[in-house]
């Protein structure tokens, strides 16, 4: 799976959770969850489920601190998926 895979796979995920459509329109790797899409905390916290879901991974706490932006986010999929 390649990066811009792994990102469209990503906004289908966190698409229910935005309250920013213009940020969303021009998502990149720099986008931040929190202050550009303005995903709530507790939002994140179904965003990270979620993801886990979709790849059959488990985030640990530390990552799930860290995953803050799409690109944290991206690293944190590709990293537990190498080590499945």
Do not use: C, G
């Not at 940020?23 to 986008?31: C, G, K, S, V, Y």
């Not at 879901?53 to 986010?73: G, P, Q, T």
């Amino acid at each position: 799976m390649n990066k811009q895979e792994t990102i469209e796979q990503l906004k289908e995920i966190i698409k229910p959770y935005i309250h920013n459509q213009e940020a969303f329109d021009i998502l990149t790797e720099n986008t931040d969850f929190i202050n550009d899409l303005r995903i709530n905390s507790a939002n994140l916290v179904d965003v990270i489920l979620d993801i886990e879901e979709k790849y059959k991974i488990v985030i640990d706490n530390e990552s799930m601190e860290r995953m803050l932006d799409v690109k944290s986010a991206l690293e944190i999929i590709e990293t537990k998926l190498s080590e499945k």
